[in-house]
């Protein structure tokens, strides 16, 4: 399976989908809303892991950075519809065979285990 990811958006802001991935997308709709309500972080709680999580994002980026490609070289015939072309200019994306997770649990959110 090959995943898309750009980079310049945060990990995880803007995924371009193959076949594989929004299948897992349409499952990941069909979560419960309880299941959902444990997982809200408290404002605590994200000003406590979001600067682990920052940092997790910053490593990520720089590890693929050497491999990131503009995302107007894939030549999308309708992301100018929504997007200016500065954005897709700047914006990068890379392939990956697995999208890299940030690890919720070490960084104190325990219940994303299963992510």
């Known amino acids: 399976m090959k995943i898309v990811t750009p980079l310049?958006?945060?990990?995880?802001?803007?995924?371009?989908?193959?076949?594989?991935?929004r299948a897992h997308t349409e499952a990941a709709a069909e979560i419960p809303t309880n299941y959902i309500?444990?997982?809200?972080?408290t404002p605590e709680?994200?000003?406590?892991?979001?600067p682990k999580l920052r940092v997790w994002i910053d490593k990520?980026?720089?590890f693929h950075e050497r491999n990131?490609?503009?995302i107007v070289s894939m030549h999308f015939v309708r992301l100018?519809?929504?997007?200016d072309r500065s954005l897709?200019?700047?914006?990068?994306?890379?392939?990956?065979?697995?999208?890299?997770?940030?690890?919720l649990s070490a960084m104190g959110l325990s219940r994303f285990a299963a992510f």
């Not at 100018?80 to 997007?83: G, M, Q």
């Not at 897709?88 to 690890?103: G, H, R, T, Y």
């Open 8 to 21: 310049s958006f945060a990990v995880g802001a803007f995924i371009l989908h193959t076949a594989e991935a």
């Open 37 to 41: 309500d444990k997982c809200r972080l």
């Open 80 to 83: 100018p519809l929504y997007f």
């Open 68 to 70: 990131a490609k503009p």
């Open 60 to 62: 990520t980026l720089a």
């Open 88 to 103: 897709l200019e700047s914006a990068k994306f890379i392939v990956v065979d697995q999208l890299a997770m940030p690890p």
């Open 45 to 50: 709680e994200f000003h406590t892991a979001y």
